[in-house]
């Protein structure tokens, strides 16, 4: 019989809801809190979306997703398939069967759009004008740039000023689906200003450019606010991953021994695990699951659970989450989706509690695993992406020693084709080693 390369689902088999996890944590989730003298909720409750709010304190096990979105999804490219990489093994020769889900299929070349086309569509339907949001490697930005314009809403998006500099390709594709795209720190916003007064030449970070977003929402009342991770809202959304591959997986006869995503914020971890992480909780499962992030910013290894901002400026209540401090500053590595101080709230209590194992790697050997992965599969991963194929990569070759025929499933979050400038600096050796 032939393997199954490829499997794939019809446009019918979007799933019809989300999975909300809150419903299954095994404990309940910390609430946000104000610091002291500040009321960062009321701020919050102008700031987004009433929809987003719900969705971010439901503990509704599923919600239905409104059959608008369903259709965009589908519109889109959803459901996205499945792949198993065959001549990787083969490379490899390891006993090991690996699979990826292909989220970089999507027409903005990551997961980012499962969330944006919602965010978008909620704020629509109450009458919302215009989206601010902020961007770091430019995933986010391209994703509700276009949800936006589907949506018939204005977009202004505030990009980490390294990856501005790094990655015009992603401001000029912003720019076609009408975004408007500012580089972080800003002029716009007082946050902003205050930064660049004392550093002119401050790279940004991730933290900086959620505050200038915030800060325009909280002014404007036809504006709000979207964030592309870390909140509860956002990892529900991205659940359609998860769900797909579940579907996938039963057709493919395949039950998963280890399942692998990079973490970032956390959400598309979340979106292709927690599906299967649920099982984990009731006991219906000894899949082990593994979340990576760089060595440069190493949240969940190295960091501590505790409350902190979400952003730099402290315009966010503070979360309990796995943070390195909310004015952390990352080194420049490439994967400039990963260089997040903080981590979802829920995925950090699954950390906590050991539901998952959270590993850092270094840029170098990522970089390598990433074109080794393209040399044998075609598809070039993102920078972010690389940190999963490389522990993907790890465990097939611990299988190889131990002879185990273990199936391995990498969320394969986006693909590279425009951070060719980090593959670049690699070939170059000009690649900073940082850590
Ligand atoms: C944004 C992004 C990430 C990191 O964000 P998460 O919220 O952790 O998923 C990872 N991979 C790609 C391709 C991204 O665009």
């Known amino acids: 019989m032939a393997k199954n390369f490829k499997i794939t689902l019809s446009s019918d088999e979007v799933p019809k809801n989300w999975y909300n996890i809150n419903a299954d944590l095994p404990e309940p989730l910390p609430k946000p809190k104000n610091s002291e ?11 987004f979306t009433k929809a987003a709010l719900e969705q971010e304190f439901s503990t509704e096990r599923y919600i239905k997703i409104p059959n608008e979105v369903r259709e965009l999804y589908m519109q889109m490219g959803r459901p996205s398939p499945l792949f198993r990489a065959t001549r990787l093994e083969e490379k490899l020769n390891t006993p090991a069967k690996i699979y990826y889900k292909r989220e970089d299929t999507s027409p903005t ?3 980012k759009l499962n969330s944006a086309i919602p965010q978008a569509y909620f704020a629509k339907k109450e009458g919302v004008e215009r989206l601010t949001t902020e961007t770091g490697a430019g995933q986010w930005g391209t994703a509700l740039s276009l949800a936006c314009n589907l949506l018939d809403l204005e977009c202004t998006v505030y990009m980490v000023r390294v990856s501005f500099n790094q990655k015009p390709d992603r401001k000029n594709i912003m720019n076609i689906y009408d975004g408007q795209v500012f580089a972080s720190p800003s002029n716009n916003t007082k946050v902003g200003r205050e930064i660049l007064e004392k550093d ?8 900086i450019a959620i505050s200038e977003a915030m800060e325009e929402a909280l002014e404007y009342d036809n504006v709000k606010y979207t964030l592309g991770s870390v909140l509860n809202h956002v990892m529900l959304h991205q659940t359609v991953i998860g769900q797909e591959l579940k579907v996938q997986l039963e057709k493919a006869e395949e039950e998963p021994d280890v399942m692998i995503a990079c973490t970032g914020g956390g959400s598309n971890f979340a979106g292709a695990l927690f599906p299967f992480i649920k099982d984990k909780i009731d006991g219906n499962s000894d ?9 440069a910013c190493p949240t969940l290894t190295k960091g501590s659970y505790e409350y902190d901002f979400g952003d730099t400026n402290g315009f966010t209540p503070l979360m309990k989450m796995y943070t390195l401090g909310h004015d952390f500053v990352a080194p420049t590595v490439h994967a400039g989706g990963l260089r997040y101080h903080g981590m979802s709230p829920q995925v950090s209590l699954l950390a906590d509690h050991g539901l998952f194992e959270a ?3 270094h840029q170098q050997d990522v970089f390598k695993a990433g074109i080794m992965f393209a040399r044998n599969e075609g598809v070039l991963p993102a920078p972010e992406t690389t940190h999963a194929i490389k522990a993907g990569i790890d465990e097939a070759l611990k299988a190889k020693e131990t002879g185990e025929e273990k199936t391995i499933v990498i969320n394969f979050s986006g693909h590279g084709m425009l951070d060719l400038k980090g593959y670049a600096s690699y070939f170059e050796g000009t690649m900073p080693n940082s850590k």
Do not use: C, M, N, Y
Not at 287 to 295: A, K, N
């Open 200 to 207: 002119p030449d401050h790279p940004g970070s991730l933290g």
């Open 109 to 111: 070349g990551s997961h």
């Open 287 to 295: 899949t082990q699951f593994i979340g990576v992030e760089p060595s």
């Open 359 to 361: 590993r850092s790697a």
């Open 37 to 47: 003298g500040h009321d960062q909720i009321a701020a919050l409750e102008k700031a």
